[in-house]
């Protein structure tokens, strides 16, 4: 019983946290969107929520959190302090008429606003 005030303070804010998403710069719209690659998909939404999913091998890795900010182009995303920064060699770019970018390695396209 020692234990449960405390766990449920601490899932109370993790959940109050999680909520707290702030939208996108105006300087930083670009990113907004769905975008995919070889075992990677990668959303981002103008309020801020990230939805990210990447297989590598046998191994799957999924998170679904707040931006928290840009670090130069590159996204911090998490609640508290459980973040993940995600590596952005390549911000969105055009080419031709589809849009790129590289995060983490992986060449993004962004596809059509199906996610959205």
């Known amino acids: 019983m020692r234990l449960f005030k405390p766990v449920l303070a601490l899932l109370f804010v993790l959940v109050l946290a999680a909520c707290d998403n702030k939208p996108l710069p105006p300087d930083k719209v670009a990113y907004v969107g769905q975008w995919a690659g070889p075992d990677m998909r990668l959303m981002i939404k103008q309020d801020g929520s990230v939805a990210y999913q990447r297989r590598e091998g046998s191994s799957n890795t999924s998170i679904n959190a707040p931006l928290k900010e840009f670090a130069g ?44």
Request: glycine share 10%; charged share 15%.
């Open 73 to 116: 182009n590159n996204l911090v995303v998490g609640v508290g302090p459980m973040t993940t920064t995600f590596v952005v060699t390549a911000p969105p770019h055009q080419v031709g008429t589809q849009w790129k970018m590289t995060v983490d390695g992986v060449e993004l396209t962004k596809e059509p606003d199906a996610w959205l």
